[in-house]
C-alpha cells in the first residue's frame, strides 16, 4: 500500500518549481482578472497551476487532479491531487510576501500527503499524517499550548466573520493572550511550526484547506470544521486548528457559543 512518503520527493520538487514561478512574478507586471465570484487571478495563478497539471500528468497520468483555476479531472480515481496554485491572490498582487502554495494528495478522499510553501520565505512545510512534518527537511512540531487564555491566536478572514457571526467575532476578540487578524494559509504554517498555538479561519473552499490538514496534523495539532469534524472535500469550509485537543475543544466551545 502506498503511503505519503512515495510521494513527497515528488510534492517537493512541484513545490519548488512553484516557488519559482510564482517569485519570478512577484512584485511585478500582473494582468488581473476577476472571476465570477469576484475574486482576483493573474498569470501566475495560471502559470502554476499549468505547470503542476503538466507534472502530475506526466508522472502520475491516472490520477484525479482538482484545482482552483483549472476545476477537476479524473475525480473518481482513487488518488486525487488538490491544488491552490496562489493561496492569497490578493496578497500576492498587493505585493505581500506572505501568501502560499498548497498541494494535498488524497487517498480515497483522506489526505495522506499535505505541502505549504512559502515562496518569497522560501520555505516549505511537508507533512504526512501520523509520521511527521518538515520545514526545509527539518522536523517540526506544534507547540502543545493547552491554554486559551495563554494561547497566540490568528483570526484569519476576520471580516467575514464579523459580517456573518459578530457574537463570535465578538468572543475571539476576547480570548487568547494574544491576537493577530490575518488571512490565508501561512498562520496554520505557523501552529506547525510551533509559532501560533491556533487559528480561526472563515469561508475556504477545498483546495484551501486539504493541504492544511495534513500538515497540521503531520505535526502533531488538530484541525476540523468549525463542529470538530474531519475535513472533507464537502466540509463547509469553517475551519480551526490548534496546537493540542484541550485547545481545540476549547475553542469548539467559543464558536458554538
Not at 24 to 30: P, S, T
Not at 122 to 139: D, F
Amino acid at each position: 500500500m502506498l503511503t505519503g512518503h512515495d510521494f513527497a520527493a515528488h510534492a517537493e520538487v512541484i513545490a519548488e518549481k512553484a516557488a519559482e514561478i510564482a517569485r519570478g512574478y512577484f512584485r511585478g507586471q500582473l494582468h488581473v482578472e476577476l472571476k465570477r465570484d469576484e475574486s482576483p487571478v493573474t498569470q501566475a495563478d495560471k502559470a502554476v497551476e499549468e505547470m503542476v497539471r503538466d507534472y502530475l500528468a506526466e508522472h502520475f497520468a491516472g490520477h484525479g487532479i482538482l484545482g482552483e483555476e483549472h476545476g477537476v479531472t479524473a475525480s473518481d480515481s482513487r488518488y486525487l491531487w488538490v491544488v491552490d496554485p496562489i493561496d492569497g491572490t490578493r496578497s500576492f498582487l498587493t505585493g505581500h510576501p506572505l501568501f502560499g502554495f498548497l498541494l494535498a494528495l488524497l487517498d480515497d478522499g483522506v489526505p495522506i500527503l499535505g505541502v505549504i510553501g512559502a515562496p518569497v520565505l522560501r520555505e516549505t512545510l511537508i507533512g504526512i499524517p501520523e509520521q511527521g512534518a518538515t520545514l526545509n527537511g527539518s522536523a517540526i512540531r506544534v507547540s502543545g499550548q493547552t491554554r486559551l487564555d495563554a494561547a497566540r491566536l490568528f483570526v484569519n478572514e476576520g471580516e467575514k466573520i464579523h459580517r456573518d457571526h459578530p457574537a463570535i467575532f465578538g468572543r475571539l476578540m476576547g480570548c487568547g493572550q494574544t491576537r493577530r487578524l490575518s488571512y490565508d494559509c501561512y498562520p496554520h504554517a505557523l501552529v506547525a511550526m510551533g509559532h501560533a498555538d491556533a487559528v480561526v479561519d472563515y469561508d475556504l473552499q477545498p483546495y484551501d484547506y486539504m493541504a492544511l490538514s495534513a500538515v497540521v496534523r503531520a505535526a502533531g495539532g488538530e484541525i476540523s470544521d468549525w463542529q470538530g469534524n474531519p475535513l472533507t472535500l464537502t466540509s463547509d469550509g469553517r475551519v480551526v486548528s490548534a496546537a493540542s485537543p484541550e485547545l481545540h475543544r476549547d475553542l469548539l466551545d467559543l464558536l458554538n457559543g
